[in-house]
């Protein structure tokens, strides 16, 4: 990835369990979105946050930033058998919203 | 509501063969991406246009152009087609603002080069 990297690369939880996935960053950023994807689907977006801003949340989702260490994380809490997809986190370092993607977590719950 | 249409959903070619995808962005979005996806990677940002002129370039390669219609709608032409063009093919689409919005995505287009 040319922006950073995604952690874990996959994760397998039981439903009902939380699920946390990290993405790290390199350059400065205006935000930091979250996007899921099905296989073989077009990505939707999750959650948006801020440079400014340090916790956001979403129903049962829960994204941190911490742009000192350039790193991001997504909480998925009281996990389903539909959250199973791909999560990527993204950035833009330019106004005009181009964003970079990280790597991906592969995201299994199993029912 | 309406969604990001791509056509085709699906397409095969040979190499050295020509493709032209096409999107057509959510009414009233002024901004069209496109990204390229191989097969277990990440989105790859290719082009933008933003009120039909290209506002951002990734890596796009020679080989393939872009534009933005007065409708709005956004085709990616690629030609000399390689194996290694085969991937899924993204576009989205947001409308600028002072804050940045998420993008929409298409389903994409699933190009395999034969």
């Known amino acids: 990835s040319q922006q950073g990297e995604e952690d874990p690369q996959a994760l397998s939880i039981q439903e009902g369990e939380n699920a946390t996935m990290n993405c790290s960053y390199k350059?400065?950023?205006?935000?930091l979105q979250w996007y899921r994807q099905n296989s073989g689907r077009g990505l939707v977006h999750l959650i948006l946050?801020?440079?400014?801003?340090r916790e956001k949340h979403s129903g049962r989702l829960r994204v941190t930033l911490d742009t000192s260490k350039k790193s991001s994380s997504l909480l998925i809490t009281a996990s389903r058998a539909a959250d199973t997809a791909s999560y990527f986190c993204?950035?833009?370092?330019?106004?005009?919203?181009?964003?970079?993607f990280g790597g991906g977590t592969r995201l299994m719950v199993k029912p | 509501a309406a969604g990001v249409i791509q056509s085709p959903r699906h397409l095969i070619k040979e190499k050295r063969e020509t493709a032209t995808l096409k999107c057509y962005p959510i009414?009233?979005?002024?901004?069209v991406y496109w990204y390229q996806q191989g097969p277990g990677q990440d989105p790859q940002f290719l082009i933008s246009f933003y009120e039909k002129m290209q506002s951002d370039k990734g890596s796009i390669p020679d080989r393939f152009s872009a534009q933005q219609f007065s409708d709005y709608h956004s085709e990616l032409n690629m030609s000399s087609l390689e194996l290694g063009d085969s991937a899924l093919y993204f576009c989205?689409?947001?409308?600028?603002?002072?804050?940045?919005?998420?993008?929409?995505f298409g389903n994409g287009t699933r190009l395999t080069v034969t």
């Open positions: 350059t400065s950023i205006n935000n």
């Open positions: 993204a950035t833009d370092a330019h106004a005009g919203n181009m964003l970079t």
């Open positions: 989205a689409s947001s409308r600028m603002g002072p804050v940045n919005s998420p993008l929409h």
């Open positions: 946050i801020r440079s400014n801003e």
């Open positions: 009414p009233r979005h002024d901004t």
